[in-house]
């Protein structure tokens, strides 16, 4: 069992920044590949970034490619999800989620593991 929770959402201004972190608990934390998510009011959650169990591979949707990183510290159970140049668009609820180290890092079926969400609103 992991045990995720995130934290770092809030109200921000577009064209501003904002660092989500998930801290995690419970199983070995390193041996799980970590992604984020978003859910936007109405729609369907969606892949954000994922990484790696070691950090050495990342990926990211289309839509927030070259604005969001994702890293992680294992030393500390921490993924971190760092975004600037933020638009209304990315108004969400924003998800941690863990999963086994093999298997599509952006498929949600893939994910094991769920936090409980952190607010994320861009006022324009």
């Known amino acids: 069992q992991v045990r995720l929770v995130e934290s770092g959402g809030g109200l921000v201004q577009a064209g501003g920044s904002l660092r989500l972190s998930c801290a995690a608990s419970?199983?070995?934390?390193?041996?799980?590949?970590l992604g984020w998510f978003r859910q936007a009011p109405g729609k369907e959650r969606e892949f954000v970034a994922a990484i790696t169990w070691s950090g050495g591979s990342t990926y990211y949707a289309d839509s927030v490619k070259g604005r969001f990183t994702i890293s992680r510290d294992n030393a500390n159970d921490t993924v971190y999800l760092q975004m600037r140049g933020l638009n209304p668009a990315d108004t969400a609820v924003y998800y941690c989620s863990a999963r086994p180290p093999y298997g599509s890092p952006s498929l949600r079926s893939e994910y094991t593991y769920w936090g409980q969400g952190t607010q994320v609103t861009v006022s324009s």
């Open positions: 419970g199983r070995t934390f390193s041996t799980y590949a």
